[in-house]
């Protein structure tokens, strides 16, 4: 079973995107378990500090070393990571092969950071991967957090409800989905392509490979050359 302890600053931002849809399916069915530590629970003085001005100057705070390390180290004690996940522009890019790798993990660590950042130590001492989800600059990594968490779990067998849709996906086979229709046949004098509606299994499956090349090569042609 996949089990993630997310560290962040922020817990309360992950109930509604985990308390809903297939998330919350697959933590009820018990196929994957999912905990939010709060970074401050793990801070050392009477305020609660988590962060601190950068040496050297320049806008924003740094998360500080200290509570991170402790929130780590703390859930290290308890079971053995097979990664520990920083969230971060500077990261690997994610996509679906990385995806894949993760959800076959049994426990996943991720690393939420905010403000400009956190200490490069933790990272020199705990990180084991870095992830990005895309080139830009979020307020944190926290959605990144669900991103990556959501393109993980619905990859557990079992999660989906029909066992073949996630292998059906755009890019699980380096291409991107056919379209897809449902009633009516016509909508606004528009027509479904009648071979969607001729039960010639064969052909429905050619044309959803043609479609399925022919969208990926206009779109996105350099996941065809890759
Ligand atoms: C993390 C952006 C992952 C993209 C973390 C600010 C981030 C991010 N992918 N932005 N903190």
Known sequence: MLRIDILTLFPEMFEGPFGSSIISRAVKKGLAELHT???RDYAFNKHR???DYPYGGGAGMVMMAEPVATCI???QAARTYDEVIFLT???DLLNQSVSNELSTRE???LLCGHYKGVDERVRELFITREISIGDYVLSGGEIAAMVLCDAIIRLI????N???SALSDSFQNQLLSPPVYTRPAVFRKLEVPPVLLS???KEIRKWKEDQALQRTRQRRPGLLSD
């Open 73 to 75: 180290e703390t859930l």
């Open 107 to 109: 426990n996943l660590l």
């Open 49 to 51: 500090t988590v962060d």
């Open 37 to 39: 530590h709060n970074i």
């Open 89 to 91: 522009p500077d990261g």
């Open 162 to 164: 029909d066992e073949t």
């Open 199 to 201: 039960g010639n299994d």
């Open 157 to 160: 067998p079992g999660v989906l």
